[in-house]
Structure formats: structure tokens, C-alpha cells
T-cell receptor, first 115, second 112 residues
Framework: DAGVIQSPRHEVTEMGQEVTLRCKPI?????LFWYRQTMMRGLELLIY????????DSGMPEDRFSAKMPNASFSTLKIQPSEPRDSAVYFC?????????????FGQGTRLTVV | GENVEQHPSTLSVQEGDSAVIKCTYS??????FPWYKQELGKRPQLIID?????GEKKDQRIAVTLNKTAKHFSLHITETQPEDSAVYFC???????????FGKGTRLSVIA
């Protein structure tokens, strides 16, 4: 398995534009997580899915953020409209379960810059 | 919910010296504590973890200690090398099927 795959690796967009980040989890993993990394806040959990169902989206900062998981092998995080303060690295991660010793595997991340 | 505090935010050490990163957690039900290493421009990767029924765990030059009473755990790196330079994240999870909660990270610089 190639691991968790995210696209694009880098995204530069203008304020007000829609941005869509994509993630392919490791096959067979039941859990998918979206994190945002900034210098000030570190790694923040935005939302996570179990078997394609959103379980907790309390970390989503605003209604401008939305996430979907239409099937077990694909998820999107959308920001509409984007703002400069959304600039960050967005990571997708997946894991087999939430049990003890279950490792979360991260994708390479998408570096988003909103100008 | 769980809250994880991590210190220091930056740490510089001379090559060959030891480095210690400390974390505290708030939820006494937490029982799993992994550490992730993120090299510059790369993804966070698990390097070592510890469960609450263990006080210390070692893997070559890295070790983790856990004090459940005080609700803190630490990462120790001995004989540091330039390739240890990275951002290190601690995390905690309780047994209630919840995701990992991460600390804010420590940027470790090992100076040759």
C-alpha cells in the first residue's frame, strides 16, 4: 500500500475562492481524520469519519469548512470561501481503529496558501 | 475532553547531548501515549508509544516515561544526532474510542 495519499501537495489560491483538498486513506482502515497544522495551534483535529460516517466535526472552525467521505477510499475537505487565515498545512490520516496501540498514519499534507 | 500541553516549544542541543520533551494531559482515563516525529516538509510518523500499564519504554536512543499520578509523560533522546532535528508531537487517547489529542509540538534542533 502506498500509504495515505493527499492531493494537491501545494495549493495557492485567492481569497474568496473555493478550495478542495483530497485524501485517499489506506485500504481497510475504518477511520479517517482531517487535521490542520499551524505554528500557533499545532495539530488540530477538524473532523473524523468512521466507516465513511462523520463522527465528530466539532473541530471544524466555521461553516466555510465542510468534509465528505462518499466511499471508503476517498474524502474531501472543502473551504468555501477561503480566507488568508485558512493558510496552513492540512493533513489527512487514517487508522484501523481507535483501539490501544492503533497507529494513525498521516498523508504528506497539503500546504494551503490563501492570498 | 482531553487537553495535552507540551513543553518546550523549541529546544536546541549540542550533538551528543540529551534532549527531553515533556507533556501533561488532563483526562485521567487516558491510557495510550504515542510520540510522533515530523521532519521538515514531511508527514508526522510514529516513533514510540507507551500504555498506561507501563512506566517506561526504551527503543535504542529514545525512551518514554509515564507518571500516571501526575498525569505527565516525557520523551528522552540520548546521544542526539543531527538527523534527530525535527518537530516532535506527543499525544494522548483514552479508552473511550476517541481520536488522539496532540500537543502543539516541540521543534528540536541538534547543532553539530
Amino acid at each position: 500500500d502506498a500509504g495515505v495519499i493527499q492531493s494537491p501537495r501545494h495549493e495557492v489560491t485567492e481569497m474568496g475562492q473555493e478550495v478542495t483538498l483530497r485524501c485517499k486513506p489506506i485500504s481497510g482502515h475504518d477511520y479517517l481524520f482531517w487535521y490542520r497544522q499551524t505554528m500557533m495551534r499545532g495539530l488540530e483535529l477538524l473532523i473524523y469519519f468512521n466507516n465513511n460516517v462523520p463522527i465528530d466535526d466539532s473541530g471544524m472552525p466555521e461553516d466555510r469548512f465542510s468534509a465528505k467521505m462518499p466511499n471508503a477510499s476517498f474524502s474531501t475537505l472543502k473551504i468555501q470561501p477561503s480566507e488568508p487565515r485558512d493558510s496552513a498545512v492540512y493533513f489527512c490520516a487514517s487508522s484501523l481503529s481507535l483501539g490501544l496501540n492503533t497507529e494513525a498514519f498521516f498523508g504528506q499534507g497539503t500546504r494551503l496558501t490563501v492570498v | 475532553g482531553e487537553n495535552v500541553e507540551q513543553h518546550p516549544s523549541t529546544l536546541s542541543v549540542q550533538e551528543g547531548d540529551s534532549a527531553v520533551i515533556k507533556c501533561t494531559y488532563s483526562d485521567s482515563a487516558s491510557n495510550y501515549f504515542p510520540w510522533y516525529k515530523q521532519e521538515l516538509g514531511k508527514r508526522p510518523q510514529l516513533i514510540i508509544d507507551i500504555r498506561s500499564n507501563v512506566g517506561e519504554k526504551k527503543d535504542q536512543r529514545i525512551a518514554v516515561t509515564l507518571n500516571k499520578t501526575a498525569k505527565h509523560f516525557s520523551l528522552h533522546i540520548t546521544e542526539t544526532q543531527p538527523e534527530d532535528s525535527a518537530v516532535y508531537f506527543c499525544a494522548a487517547r483514552n479508552s473511550g474510542n476517541t481520536p488522539l489529542v496532540f500537543g502543539k509540538g516541540t521543534r528540536l534542533s541538534v547543532i553539530a
